[in-house]
């Protein structure tokens, strides 16, 4: 069978990895940190990293480097952080370069290694490669690398933002952190609402997508860049390393030639993400992405797959029916829970602290659920975060998709054909829409992308609007419960070869997802493979509310009745009243 080939043909020995919370301190005068400041700001990320803590102090106590660790791969001493170099450069390193062992033998098949940790990879390739090693890593990172004869820091966030990042600077002191807990208990920083930001949040719901955080003065450092930052005169420098309009190629005309390579790099991509000395889990709610990826996951691996759900008693809510379909096809130990709707604003507040900024979807409740069952069982979470970004898997993509093949100058009886095969998968009043819908988008001025306004959509829900919100929901949650969570179709391969592709690859006969479907159309159960519904982490908040209603005081009298902007309230003053601002 063809898709054993393939398996058979990319499957090679497993590895493991370090997740961790980093902090950087800098003071820019001749004032000395005071160390015992930094072990409690660093300690506020204990859940990050309950199972060692390391601190470095630097030219005279002027810089500092501290580190939470949670162990995934080499559970020995020798992973311990900041780690030293031969050479006597540091590096506190947060994430997981998952083709580490590729790098190695490539980059470094001279040097010896004394652990078995990517984070010392990574440590030597930048002491012989610098910065321009950082377009190799396959991963989530973000690092504070010390240069110290050079007398330099290089700080970097990976191409999505997946590994979190904050700074804050004053004329007084420089912080990085994984968090922003360590810098508000810090003696540096006095807390503040930004305003412009809670403004913007609550009118749009926006949050992630700009440079400013809910605390004045925080900032979030910026995916796909690193900074390099001079101790010698405090001057610093932003660089972006990776840009995905200039990544792509390319590709062949042919469809069947594209689902290939696409499921070649989705196998490899999975395959990565399972490396590590601890266990892996998957989240499976019955949706394409989830069930994609433990499909893959049982083909591949062996002993039995676990895997968590959450449903409600709720039929619009329960998608146990269709992961129960992908479990009976491939038998593993899934883990379900049906969650409670009791005690909800305790739940909901704790949260919010280990979130640290408001949230505009409130899935993130039943996202908290799974996690926290996972928790006992797995280290290690693997779950579908960017499926729908890169492949057009929601429906007002079908919208970007007819400007698309307006633009291309279909006929009148191609489009009429177009919008049948549409109607037949999302129903008539979803095609009622399209005028109006299309009017509001072309009001807006969108541009394309690789001749596609469906990839410019893509482009900026991938950057903006959406996937940065959902990768911190789904990294502080899983390290509330020191779980880290892996997103295989956040591959930096498999997105420039998507992006590459024209908006017919995603969107196919009406089918969103079209190349991820014929990919896995032959191991994944038919029924999930061509479901027409999409639902994501479905959560009944309307009867969570109303058996909570002491969170109403949360929700403003003047606002519309709409589920989305009362969420948006409840989150935010929810929040606030967590964060006493």
């Not at 809910?214 to 610093?236: C, T, V």
């Not at 709610?285 to 676990?306: P, Q, T």
């Not at 990839?455 to 996937?467: C, R, V």
């Not at 309307?542 to 109403?552: G, H, Q, T, V, Y």
Request: with cysteine.
């Amino acid at each position: 069978m063809q898709w054993k080939k393939i398996i058979s043909r990319i499957i090679e020995i497993q590895g493991g990895y370090i997740m961790c919370g980093i902090l950087g301190l800098i003071s820019k005068t001749s004032q000395k940190l005071n160390n015992e400041d930094v072990i409690l700001m660093r300690d506020k990320m204990e859940h990050r990293g309950p199972d060692d803590a390391g601190l470095l102090m630097s030219r005279n106590d002027r810089v500092a480097l501290a580190h939470r660790r949670l162990s995934i791969l080499d559970l020995s001493a020798a992973g311990h952080q900041p780690m030293k170099s031969m050479n006597g450069n540091y590096i506190c390193f947060n994430g997981e370069i998952y083709n580490y062992m590729e790098l190695l033998n490539e980059f470094l098949s001279d040097e010896k290694i004394k652990s078995k940790t990517d984070t010392e990879v990574l440590l030597k390739i930048m002491e012989k490669y610098g910065t321009d090693c950082l377009n190799e890593l396959n991963g989530m990172w973000s690092f504070i690398y010390y240069d110290v004869k050079n007398e330099q820091l290089i700080i970097s966030r990976d191409r999505f933002g997946v590994k979190p990042l904050y700074y804050y600077e004053d004329d007084k002191i420089f912080i990085v952190s994984s968090e922003i807990k360590p810098i508000l208990d810090s003696p540096y920083y006095e807390k503040k609402l930004n305003e412009n930001s809670a403004n913007i949040f609550l009118q749009t719901g926006l949050v992630d997508g700009i440079e400013d955080t809910f605390f004045e003065g925080i900032k979030r450092f910026p995916s796909s860049h690193y900074m390099i930052y001079s101790l010698k005169d405090n001057n610093r420098k932003l660089v972006r390393y990776y840009n995905l309009k200039e990544s792509i190629y390319d590709v062949s005309d042919n469809y069947e030639e594209n689902v290939k390579k696409f499921r070649e790099l989705f196998i490899d991509s999975v395959r990565l993400r399972l490396r590590s000395d601890v266990p892996v889990g998957n989240c499976l709610s019955g949706g394409l992405d989830s069930s994609s990826i433990y499909s893959v996951v049982s083909n591949i691996s062996d002993g039995e797959v676990h895997s968590f759900s959450s449903k409600y008693e709720e039929e619009e809510c329960d998608e146990s029916y269709f992961y129960n379909s992908v479990i009976t096809m491939y038998p593993g130990i899934n883990h379900e829970t049906i969650p409670s709707y009791d005690n909800f604003e305790e739940k909901l507040k704790k949260i919010m602290y280990y979130i640290e900024e408001p949230c505009k979807a409130y899935g993130i409740i039943s996202m908290w659920n799974v996690i926290e069952l996972a928790k006992p069982h797995v280290k290690v979470l693997l779950d579908g975060q960017g499926g729908d970004e890169v492949l057009a898997g929601y429906d007002f993509y079908l919208w970007y998709y007819i400007l698309d093949l307006l633009d291309g100058g279909i006929e009148d009886y191609e489009l009429s054909d177009e919008l049948q095969k549409i109607e037949d998968k999302k129903g008539y009043e979803f095609i009622n829409s399209i005028s109006t819908s299309l009017k509001s988008i072309t009001s807006n001025g969108i541009q394309k992308f690789n001749n596609s306004y469906v990839n410019e959509k893509l482009f900026e829900d991938l950057t903006t609007y959406m996937i940065p919100a959902f990768l911190r929901y789904e990294d502080k949650i899983g390290m509330a419960f020191s779980i880290e969570a892996r997103f295989p179709f956040l591959d930096y391969r498999l997105v420039n070869f998507i992006f590459s592709l024209a908006s017919t690859s995603k969107i196919k006969n009406g089918w969103s997802k079209a190349i991820l479907r014929d990919a896995m159309k032959d191991i994944l159960h038919e029924e999930v493979c061509w479901r027409k519904d999409k639902k994501g982490y479905p959560t009944p908040i309307k009867n969570i509310l109303e058996a909570n209603p002491s969170m109403k005081k949360y929700i403003p009298n003047n606002i519309p009745d709409d589920e989305w902007i009362k969420w948006r309230f409840i989150s935010f003053n929810v929040w606030r009243s967590v964060y006493n601002l």
